[in-house]
């Protein structure tokens, strides 16, 4: 069975300073795994995924994930936040099966 | 442009109400789902399909129901809401393709039942 636990419901970083958002996993099979973010009042955007090529995965707005199998973990990071990146990060794992599972979501605050 | 649309993005209806939450995409994904959103909670997955004329239930128990009877198209109905139902319903779509197993996400309906 899957599953994926998000460390931390709420997240609140200065401007500048670097985001690290936890996401850990488990699965019985070589998992994908994804960041999603949401904006308020609209559905979830994906932010990069993992498909076992290149364990350090790019995303969208600076954003980067780090696979490691040894800790099942892909934690999330940007070296810099702005106040745009105020947002919820949801963290998902698919068995490449059809259903994915996602975590509780971690809210991301950003202080000017 | 590719998309994936949602309609109403707000609905407040009163108890025993059917009510049917329009979903489409113009991606030709086979793949859709829905799933309901609360605050601080995962997303729980009520219905998906497959493509056309295939449809299963999720994990979450729900007494809504859905169609598929094109492509594009996966309206969810419920045909009596009730307080209970008050959440936020998000529809999503992916494609077939190996290796591509990422959703796209519409912009979701926020139900109130009174």
């Known amino acids: 069975a899957q599953s994926v636990t998000q460390l931390g419901s709420h997240v609140s970083v200065s401007e500048g300073a670097l985001v690290l958002l936890r996401c850990n996993y488990s699965?019985?099979?070589?998992?994908?795994l994804f960041w999603y973010v949401q904006y308020p009042n609209q559905g979830l955007q994906l932010l990069l995924k993992?498909?076992?090529?290149?364990?350090l995965v790019k995303g969208i707005n600076g954003f980067e994930a780090e696979f490691k199998k040894s800790e099942t973990s892909f934690h999330l990071t940007k070296p810099s936040a702005h106040m745009s990146d105020a947002a919820e990060y949801f963290c998902?794992?698919?068995?490449?099966?059809?259903?994915?599972?996602f975590g509780a979501g971690t809210r991301l605050f950003v202080k000017a | 442009e590719a998309d994936i649309y949602q309609t109403p993005r707000y609905l407040v209806i009163g108890t025993g109400k059917k009510i049917t939450l329009e979903c489409s995409q113009t991606m030709g994904h086979d793949k859709m789902y829905w799933y309901q959103q609360d605050p601080g909670m995962e997303l729980h997955l009520i219905h998906y399909s497959y493509g056309v004329n295939s449809t299963e239930k999720g994990d979450l128990s729900s007494e809504s129901t859905v169609s598929r009877i094109r492509t594009e198209h996966f309206p969810l109905t419920l045909e009596s809401a009730r307080p209970s139902h008050t959440s936020q319903y998000l529809c999503a779509s992916s494609p077939s393709n190996r290796g591509a197993y990422e959703q796209y996400f519409g912009p979701g309906t926020r139900l109130t039942v009174t």
């Open positions: 993992y498909t076992s090529a290149a364990t």
């Open positions: 699965s019985s099979v070589p998992p994908y």
């Open positions: 998902a794992v698919s068995d490449k099966g059809f259903k994915t599972i």
